[in-house]
C-alpha cells in the first residue's frame, strides 16, 4: 500500500472543525447544539446578491478572467476607494476565497523552508496555509490579560532570521477580536522597512469594528507599496461564507504577474461567486450599520456574560465577531468534546473551537475557547446558560 506524502501527514487537522462528528452525535441523540465554534454569521446576506443569482440570465456558466471579471474588479477599486484604500483594478486579483488569496501569497512571497511571522494566537488555517506552502510559522505570544494586543516590538525583532520574509496580521483579529491601532501597524511598519519584509494584512472584519474605533489598513503604510499584500473576503462582511470569494491585492507589479501565474493554473475563481459578490458591492450603507449595532449587542451579552461566571476571563474585543475566553477547565479540547459527548442542559448543549488550535507554541491555550457570537441574543443567551452550568459539572474543573 502506497504511503501518503510527508506534507500530508504535517498537515494539521482544524480545531474548528474537527469536533463535527460528536457535534452531529449529539443532534442524532436528540439535543439542539449552539454552534459558536465557527464563524458562519445567521445574519442574511444581502438580498440584492441573492436576487442576482435567482434572476441570471445567462445560459452558459463561463470562466471568468484568471485575475477574475473585471466589472467586478473594477467595482472592487471602487469599494477600496469608499474604504480609504487607493488601488486599481489591475492590482486586485479575485480568489477562491481568502484561503486562495493566502495561499497565493505565501507561495509567491516565500521560498520551502522561509518563515512567517504571525501573532498567536491566529486563525487556525493560517497554519495549514504555511504547511501546504513548505513555510515554517513562528508566534509572538499575545497575552489575554493584555486584551491580545500586538506583542512588544523587540520580540518580533528578536524573532527575525536570515529565514525570515514575512509578518502576517489578522486586523480585527481571529480568533480574539482584537483590533490594531494604527500606532501597532505603525511600529511593524518600521521592522518590514529595516528587514525587507513583506507584511500580510488579513483585513476580512474590515467592516466590523466597535466602540467608536475606526479601522486602520496596512495598504495606507507610508513606504509599503512594494511589501504590503492585502487579503479580503466576501464571507464576512456580506455574510455569504459559501460564496467562496476573496481578494488579494497589492501595488507590487512583480508579486501579482507572479500570483497571476498561480491563478492561472487554477483557471478562475468561482462564477456564480463573483455574480453574487458584484451585486453585494450595491448594499447600502445601512445593512453595514444595522448589522454592527447587532454584533455590538451580542459581543456585550456574552462578554458581560462570561465574565460573571465564577472564575472565567474573557476581555471585551473592538472587532470580528470572537472572544476568547479563559475557563476553570483542565484542558479546553476535553471540555468541548466533553460538552457534545457527555453534557446536556435541558436538551442542549454548546459547540466551541478549543483554542489550544490557535496557538503554535505547545502547551498554551489548553485553558481557553473561542467562542463565535454569531446567533441571535435568545439563543446566545441559553447557550451561556448551559456553559454556565456545563462548567460547574465538568469533572475537570481547576477552581
Known amino acids: 500500500m502506497p504511503d501518503i506524502s510527508d506534507r500530508g501527514k504535517s498537515m ?7 469536533l463535527v462528528p460528536y457535534a452531529e ?3 442524532a441523540r436528540g439535543l439542539e447544539v449552539y454552534h459558536l465554534n465557527i464563524g458562519q454569521p445567521d445574519i442574511e446576506s444581502p438580498k440584492i446578491a441573492l436576487d442576482k443569482i435567482r434572476n441570471l ?3 452558459v456558466i463561463e470562466y471568468s478572467h484568471s485575475a477574475g471579471n473585471e466589472s467586478y474588479r473594477r467595482g472592487l477599486a471602487d469599494y477600496y476607494h469608499s474604504v480609504g484604500i487607493e488601488v ?3 492590482q486586485i486579483l479575485v480568489t477562491t476565497a481568502g484561503s486562495e488569496a493566502i495561499i497565493f501569497g505565501l507561495m509567491s512571497c516565500l521560498n520551502p523552508g522561509d518563515e512567517v511571522i504571525i501573532p498567536e494566537p491566529f486563525y487556525t488555517n493560517y497554519n495549514g496555509f504555511a504547511t501546504m506552502s513548505g513555510v515554517k510559522v513562528t508566534p509572538i505570544t499575545a497575552q489575554i490579560d493584555d486584551g491580545f494586543s500586538l506583542p512588544n516590538i523587540d520580540e518580533f525583532e528578536k524573532a527575525i532570521n536570515v529565514r525570515t520574509k514575512a509578518i502576517m496580521l489578522c486586523n480585527p483579529n481571529n480568533p480574539t477580536g482584537y483590533l490594531y491601532s494604527q500606532d501597532e501597524l505603525e511600529s511593524l511598519r518600521e521592522l ?3 528587514h525587507d519584509l513583506y507584511l500580510f494584512a488579513d483585513e476580512v ?3 466590523f469594528c466597535y466602540d467608536g474605533k475606526e479601522h486602520f489598513s496596512a495598504m495606507n503604510l507610508k ?3 512594494e511589501h504590503v499584500v492585502l487579503i479580503d473576503s466576501v464571507s464576512k462582511r456580506y455574510s455569504m461564507c459559501g460564496a467562496r470569494v476573496g481578494t488579494i491585492v497589492s501595488r507590487n507589479k512583480k508579486l501579482m504577474s507572479t500570483v497571476l501565474k498561480y491563478a492561472q493554473a487554477r483557471l478562475s475563481p468561482p462564477s456564480f461567486g463573483q455574480i453574487a459578490a458584484e451585486a ?3 448594499t447600502p450603507a445601512s445593512y453595514f450599520s444595522e448589522v454592527r449595532e447587532e454584533y455590538l449587542i451580542r459581543r456585550d451579552l456574552v462578554v458581560e456574560t462570561l465574565n460573571k461566571m465564577e472564575g472565567v476571563f474573557c476581555p471585551n474585543p473592538s472587532g470580528a465577531f470572537y472572544v476568547i475566553a479563559r475557563l476553570p477547565i483542565d484542558d479546553c479540547d476535553k471540555f468541548c468534546q466533553w460538552l457534545l459527548e457527555d453534557f446536556s442542559h435541558e436538551g442542549k448543549t454548546v459547540m466551541m473551537a478549543p483554542a489550544s488550535g490557535f496557538y503554535a507554541t505547545e502547551g498554551l491555550g489548553k485553558n481557553e475557547v473561542r467562542i463565535a457570537y454569531v446567533l441571535n441574543t435568545d439563543s446566545l443567551r441559553l447557550a451561556m446558560e448551559a456553559l454556565e452550568v456545563a462548567l460547574k459539572e465538568y469533572p475537570g474543573r481547576t477552581n
Open 12 to 18: 494539521p487537522e482544524s480545531p474548528i472543525r474537527k
Open 192 to 194: 518590514v522597512i529595516k
Open 57 to 59: 440570465s445567462d445560459k
Open 205 to 207: 472584519y474590515r467592516e
Open 223 to 225: 513606504d509599503l507599496d
Open 25 to 27: 452525535a449529539a443532534k
Open 88 to 90: 486599481s483594478y489591475e
Open 280 to 282: 453585494a458591492l450595491a
